[in-house]
């Protein structure tokens, strides 16, 4: 179901995502995981990439499920990159560097325009409270896919509501409350 590959192109990738590609990049080497909806790249090995691919596509699927003859396909592939940790993810995203100076740690990060879109979810911190921003905004994406105008209080109580599933072993928690609260 998910094939994978050694990626030596990702300078290449990463140019095409106008994202940055600096030394510590190229520190570790890149995999590529395809899963029949998405494509991982990740520098954390086909574990790490697979799990990733494997949860997105169980998101993709709760999706589906919850909005029947809904388009889950939003047009451009959805590419996520998976970084082992926060030096990787700042040196890939713009955002990340500057959300690291002001203190904020994140986890994840979406980017969606009408030609590409990308997410990157970070592996060291690999928790459902993390993958809840990338969450919600594919939910925005479905959303907007599907409907022409939605209230504001709609729109975003739907996203925040999916954004907050939760996949663990056999259980899906959909809307579960932030773990911790």
């Known amino acids: 179901m998910f094939g994978s590959k050694p990626s030596c192109n990702l300078s290449i990738v990463c140019i095409l995502c106008l994202v940055p590609c600096t030394a510590v990049v190229a ?10 909806h998405f494509r991982v790249m990740s520098n954390g090995g086909d574990n790490g990439a697979r799990r990733i691919a494997y949860e997105f596509e169980q998101m993709r699927a709760t999706l589906a499920a919850r909005f029947p003859g809904a ?49 990157m979810v970070r592996l060291d911190l690999d928790t459902a409270d993390n993958h809840q921003i990338v969450y919600h ?37 959909i809307g579960a409350a932030p773990i911790g609260r």
């Open 27 to 36: 520190e570790k080497p890149w995999i590529e995981v395809d899963s029949p």
């Open 71 to 119: 388009r889950i396909e939003t047009g451009a592939p959805l590419l996520i990159f998976a970084p082992t940790d926060e030096d990787t993810a700042v040196d890939l995203s713009p955002m990340m560097r500057v959300e690291k100076k002001r203190g904020i740690n994140v986890g994840g990060y979406f980017q969606h325009n009408w030609e590409k879109q990308f997410a």
């Open 137 to 173: 905004e594919y939910t925005h994406n479905v959303l907007h896919a599907n409907f022409r105008w939605l209230p504001l209080w709609l729109d975003e109580g739907m996203a925040e509501f999916f954004g907050n599933t939760r996949f663990e072993h056999d259980k899906m928690y």
